[in-house]
């Protein structure tokens, strides 16, 4: 959940649900195309979860 806090656009958030792992995963808002491309969110994830492309 890092990158919920990593983000300076607050653009991602906890979902509330879980993967077949059992892992809460984060959703991407709809207000997502305020993404700035920063890719704080893709720095901040230990996992290397995240891309960011334009
Ligand atoms: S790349 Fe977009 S979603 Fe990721 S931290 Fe920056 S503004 Fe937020």
């Given amino acids: 959940m890092f990158c919920v806090?990593?983000?300076p656009?607050?653009?991602i958030k906890e979902s509330g649900k879980v993967?077949?792992?059992g892992v809460m995963?984060?959703?991407f808002l709809p207000a997502g195309?305020?993404?700035t491309g920063c890719a704080m969110c893709a720095i901040?994830?230990?996992?290397a979860c995240i891309e960011?492309?334009?």
Avoid: G, S, T, W
């Avoid at 901040?44 to 996992?47: F, G, S």
């Fill in 33 to 35: 195309l305020q993404c």
């Fill in 44 to 47: 901040m994830c230990p996992e």
């Fill in 25 to 27: 995963y984060v959703e």
């Fill in 5 to 7: 806090l990593a983000c």
């Fill in 19 to 21: 993967n077949k792992r």
């Fill in 9 to 11: 656009r607050k653009l």
């Fill in 52 to 54: 960011v492309y334009k």
